[in-house]
């Protein structure tokens, strides 16, 4: 059997299959349905420094091939999820790591530094897609200066693996790798969600309640594949690759592309097994094709 065991950062997974963010809960909810301890990392939930309610419904529509959501970050704050999510998770036999995000530089700063404590979250996976209310709205994630600076920032309050999940929603994906990178990022993570609408027709207005959303499933994965492939060539540290991934063939392609891991995303709302399904597919596919390692195929496009 090939080895599945792959590396980002200091960060060591049994294999490189991960779940997406905000796609998985904290992991607890899917445990009657896949053993938790062999997924290669699970990526919990959204985290922000205060309480958010999310957004008003309708936040979820069903697309031809994939969905949108605008659930806009419900969660109950970091104090919370130390006092009394980590306490039911920290013992789970995987890498857990924590979804970051936040409406200002400091609110990241404040988030990463109070996981920091926690003994057995070895990562954090940065989300800068989110709302800069100090500057208009704007999204750290779109602009360099932007992502440059919550990187920079956290990297001062934070001192395990940092993963920084990218936007596609810009020019040059490639340039803001590049910029996190030299912050002090040890890993990237992309795509995070393509911004979509859809519209009732009768109605006459938007199917979701703010109007735009999140396009996520397998529409987006060659959209996704692109990308990642472009940013695996920009810069020196791994790529975590999503979007779109629900069998071990579409994995295989991120890899290919210059993935060190793959995350599952939308998937799981169909099969809560899929990881498992993927990771020996995997295996499955290596195997049959004399490969030794995954590192056999990465970056090989």
Same mark, same amino acid.
């Given at each position: 059997?090939a080895?599945?065991?792959?590396?980002?950062?200091e960060?060591?997974?049994?294999n490189?299959?991960?779940?997406?963010s905000?796609?998985?809960?904290y992991?607890?909810e899917?445990q009657?349905?896949?053993?938790?301890?062999?997924?290669?990392?699970?990526?919990v939930?959204?985290?922000?420094?205060?309480h958010?309610?999310?957004?008003?419904?309708?936040?979820m529509?069903?697309?031809a091939?994939g969905m949108?959501?605008?659930?806009?970050?419900q969660?109950k704050?970091?104090d919370?999820?130390c006092?009394?999510?980590?306490?039911?998770?920290k013992d789970?036999?995987?890498n857990?790591?924590v979804?970051?995000?936040?409406?200002?530089?400091?609110?990241?700063?404040e988030?990463a530094?109070?996981?920091?404590?926690?003994?057995?979250?070895?990562?954090?996976?940065l989300?800068?897609?989110?709302?800069?209310v100090?500057?208009?709205?704007?999204?750290?994630?779109?602009t360099?200066?932007?992502?440059?600076?919550?990187?920079?920032?956290?990297?001062?309050r934070y001192n395990k693996t940092l993963?920084?999940?990218?936007?596609?929603?810009?020019?040059?994906?490639?340039?803001?790798a590049?910029?996190?990178?030299?912050e002090?990022?040890?890993?990237?993570?992309?795509?995070?969600?393509l911004?979509?609408m859809a519209?009732?027709?009768?109605k006459r207005?938007s199917?979701l309640? @703010? +109007?735009?959303?999140?396009?996520?499933? $397998?529409c &987006?994965?060659?959209v996704?594949?692109?990308?990642? *492939?472009?940013?695996?060539?920009a810069?020196?540290?791994?790529?975590?690759?999503?979007?779109?991934?629900?069998?071990?063939?579409?994995?295989?392609?991120?890899?290919?592309a210059?993935?060190?891991?793959i995350? @599952? +995303?939308t998937a799981?709302?169909?099969? $809560?097994? &899929?990881?498992?399904k993927v990771?020996d597919?995997? *295996?499955?596919?290596?195997?049959s094709?004399?490969?030794?390692?995954?590192?056999?195929?990465?970056?090989?496009i």
């Amino acid at each position: 059997m090939a080895n599945i065991n792959v590396k980002i950062g200091e960060l060591e997974l049994k294999n490189p299959v991960m779940t997406a963010s905000g796609t998985f809960g904290y992991g607890i909810e899917f445990q009657d349905f896949v053993p938790l301890d062999q997924i290669g990392g699970i990526i919990v939930k959204g985290t922000t420094l205060l309480h958010r309610e999310g957004n008003d419904y309708p936040r979820m529509h069903e697309t031809a091939s994939g969905m949108l959501n605008c659930v806009g970050l419900q969660n109950k704050g970091v104090d919370y999820f130390c006092e009394h999510i980590y306490p039911e998770i920290k013992d789970i036999d995987t890498n857990m790591i924590v979804n970051v995000s936040g409406s200002t530089v400091e609110d990241y700063g404040e988030c990463a530094a109070r996981i920091n404590d926690l003994e057995k979250i070895p990562a954090i996976e940065l989300n800068i897609s989110c709302p800069n209310v100090k500057h208009g709205g704007m999204a750290f994630g779109t602009t360099v200066d932007g992502a440059s600076s919550v990187v920079r920032e956290v990297r001062k309050r934070y001192n395990k693996t940092l993963i920084v999940k990218l936007s596609p929603n810009v020019t040059d994906i490639a340039e803001i790798a590049r910029a996190v990178e030299a912050e002090g990022a040890d890993s990237v993570s992309l795509i995070n969600t393509l911004m979509g609408m859809a519209i009732d027709i009768e109605k006459r207005k938007s199917l979701l309640s @703010i +109007g735009t959303g999140g396009l996520s499933g $397998p529409c &987006v994965k060659p959209v996704a594949v692109r990308m990642v *492939n472009q940013v695996a060539k920009a810069v020196k540290i791994p790529v975590v690759g999503l979007g779109g991934i629900s069998t071990a063939e579409d994995a295989i392609e991120f890899f290919m592309a210059g993935a060190t891991a793959i995350e @599952i +995303g939308t998937a799981n709302f169909l099969d $809560p097994a &899929v990881t498992i399904k993927v990771r020996d597919g995997i *295996n499955d596919w290596l195997d049959s094709h004399n490969c030794s390692s995954i590192y056999d195929i990465i970056g090989i496009i």
